[in-house]
């Protein structure tokens, strides 16, 4: 299983990356990561685009399902429901929290909480992955 370090060089030159997505714990029940909103991340009103905090939820729960895939496994995502709860302001640091709802041998479900440091609910994500077998 990769470790919370080799989760971040893994993603550090992809899409994840270059929004900075930081990962902060990576195990198989847990995934907890964090990123600054920066204004490029943001709508015109200095508030963390949906958009962004879907990709930032998407990682996280992508990450906790490869942190439970067998040997040579990959995955997808499949699905995926946001439910925005509040803004996330320019400049601040939001964290997320994603646990495993379903880990099963073909689809696993991870549900991601998103909040400000401070404690305020953002957004809850919900999304399906699937694991595809070795190619």
């Given at each position: 299983?990769?470790?919370?370090?080799?989760?971040?060089?893994?993603?550090?030159?992809?899409?994840?990356?270059?929004?900075?997505?930081?990962?902060?714990?990576?195990?198989?029940?847990?995934?907890?990561?964090?990123?600054?909103?920066?204004?490029?991340?943001c709508?015109?009103?200095?508030?963390?685009?949906g958009?962004?905090?879907?990709?930032?939820a998407?990682?996280v729960?992508?990450?906790g399902?490869?942190?439970?895939?067998?040997?040579?496994?990959?995955?997808?995502?499949?699905?995926?429901?946001?439910?925005?709860?509040?803004?996330?302001?320019?400049?601040?640091?939001?964290?997320?929290?994603?646990?495993?709802?379903?880990?099963?041998?073909?689809?696993?479900?991870?549900?991601?909480?998103?909040?400000s440091?401070?404690?305020?609910?953002?957004?809850?994500?919900?999304?399906?992955q699937m694991?595809?077998?070795?190619?």
């Open positions: 299983m990769p470790t919370a370090d080799e989760m971040q060089k893994l993603i550090a030159p992809l899409f994840p990356g270059l929004m900075g997505v930081e990962i902060e714990e990576a195990g198989e029940e847990k995934i907890v990561a964090s990123l600054l909103v920066r204004p490029d991340l709508t015109a009103g200095g508030v963390c685009h958009g962004a905090l879907m990709a930032f998407d990682t729960g992508a990450i399902t490869v942190m439970n895939l067998p040997a040579g496994a990959r995955t997808t995502t499949i699905e995926s429901k946001t439910n925005f709860m509040g803004a996330a302001p320019v400049n601040t640091r939001i964290v997320s929290e994603s646990i495993p709802l379903h880990r099963g041998r073909t689809t696993q479900v991870w549900q991601t909480t998103i909040r440091e401070a404690g305020k609910l953002v957004a809850v994500v919900t999304q399906t694991v595809l077998p070795k190619a």
